[in-house]
């Protein structure tokens, strides 16, 4: 699937106030994030690498120890195991996220209604 609309993607909610959709190949995913007014991703981390952009909105978000005030245009790398969390604010947001490899528990989430045994 080399061309993607976003809109034909049913979203999933990992955490109240937040909708992605997260189309993926074979070695990377897409995550189009829309967070509403004050959600929050609370802290977390993950095994796999993180990149993004805020397309859209302001964004705190924290990596590591350090916090910075996102505005559209900014750009971010979260190394693998790294704890980070973001929280939209004065307003919704809308964040492009890249991750590698493809994260299992969102594809899972994905392909929910996909059977996965074959014959």
Not at 50 to 67: H, K, V, Y
């Amino acid at each position: 699937m080399p061309f993607i609309n976003i809109r034909d993607i049913q979203p999933i909610e990992p955490v109240p106030g937040c909708r992605m959709r997260t189309p993926f190949g074979e070695h990377l995913m897409l995550s189009y994030l829309e967070m509403d007014a004050g959600a929050e991703v609370p802290l977390h981390s993950h095994p796999h690498e993180q990149g993004g952009i805020l397309i859209s909105g302001t964004l705190n978000l924290t990596i590591g120890d350090e916090t910075r005030r996102c505005e559209p245009g900014a750009m971010f790398i979260i190394p693998p195991h790294t704890p980070h969390r973001a929280v939209a604010v004065g307003g919704p947001c809308v964040v492009l996220d890249v991750f590698s490899p493809v994260r299992e528990d969102y594809a899972a989430l994905v392909n929910r209604y996909i059977p996965t045994t074959g014959k």
